[in-house]
């Protein structure tokens, strides 16, 4: 069965912090993807990889920062946490081949509570 | 740009009511079209999908047909249960994401079944 994990279901940080939010999946996926989930604005791409060491902005990077050092691993950095980036924090995968229509599979989320 | 819209939630029924979730979309070529569910404290998962115009996407009893004439994908069931109580996601892959399965995401559609 496919398989995305992430490092924690709950964390609670302090404004000024430095946050890693780690991310495996075990489908040998070339594409890797953050998102944040907020009410009433769905899911917005923070950033994604399409291979290892490699990295594309997506529609809101800024405060953010990511790291893919292995296929399988997907980190997400908060440089320095502040209030406006507690959020449910959602990673993804998917594979490159196959044509149109790529399904991207979900680990369970993050929820980050900043104080 | 790209963007998906879909009706504002929550959406209230009782058990065996008719589901209709409108999701509209603005995209230039043929997009693939996807609806996403998450159940409560769950990541999303893939529904169903349809990768080309005339397309009818199905799955555990739902469905939707990829009109391009109206640019729409409202999803469907016929007799909602208590299990399907979650939130559902429609979303767009451009023709120009292909490659790295980027999503667009529709802001989300709570639907809660009372039994």
């Known amino acids: 069965d496919v398989k995305v994990t992430q490092s924690s279901r709950y964390l609670v940080k302090r404004t000024g912090e430095k946050v890693f939010l780690e991310c495996v999946q075990d489908?040998?996926?070339?594409?890797m993807f953050w998102y944040r989930q907020d009410p009433g604005l769905g899911l917005r791409l923070i950033y994604f990889s399409y291979d290892v060491k490699m990295k594309e902005k997506g529609d809101i990077p800024e405060g953010y920062s990511v790291s893919r050092e292995k296929k399988e691993r997907f980190s997400l950095i908060l440089e320095s946490a502040s209030t406006n980036q507690t959020s449910m924090y959602l990673c993804?995968?998917?594979?490159?081949?196959?044509?149109?229509?790529?399904?991207?599979?979900f680990g369970p989320g993050t929820r980050l509570l900043v104080l | 740009g790209n963007s998906v819209t879909q009706m504002e939630g929550p959406v209230t029924l009782s058990e065996e009511a008719f589901l209709t979730i409108n999701c509209t979309y603005t995209?230039?070529?043929?997009?693939?079209l996807f609806w996403y569910v998450q159940y409560p404290g769950e990541g999303l998962q893939l529904l169903l999908k349809a990768t080309k115009a005339d397309d009818k996407g199905s799955n555990k009893g739902f469905e939707a047909t990829y009109r391009k004439e109206t640019t729409s994908f409202h999803l469907e069931k016929g007799s909602v249960q208590v299990s399907d109580s979650a939130v559902y996601f429609c979303?767009?892959?451009?023709?120009?994401?292909?490659?790295?399965?980027?999503?667009?995401f529709g802001q989300g559609t709570t639907l809660q079944v009372k039994p």
């Open positions: 993804a995968s998917s594979e490159t081949s196959g044509g149109p229509g790529k399904t991207q599979y």
């Open positions: 489908m040998d996926h070339e594409n």
């Open positions: 979303a767009l892959s451009d023709r120009g994401s292909s490659n790295t399965g980027k999503l667009i």
């Open positions: 995209a230039t070529g043929y997009p693939s």
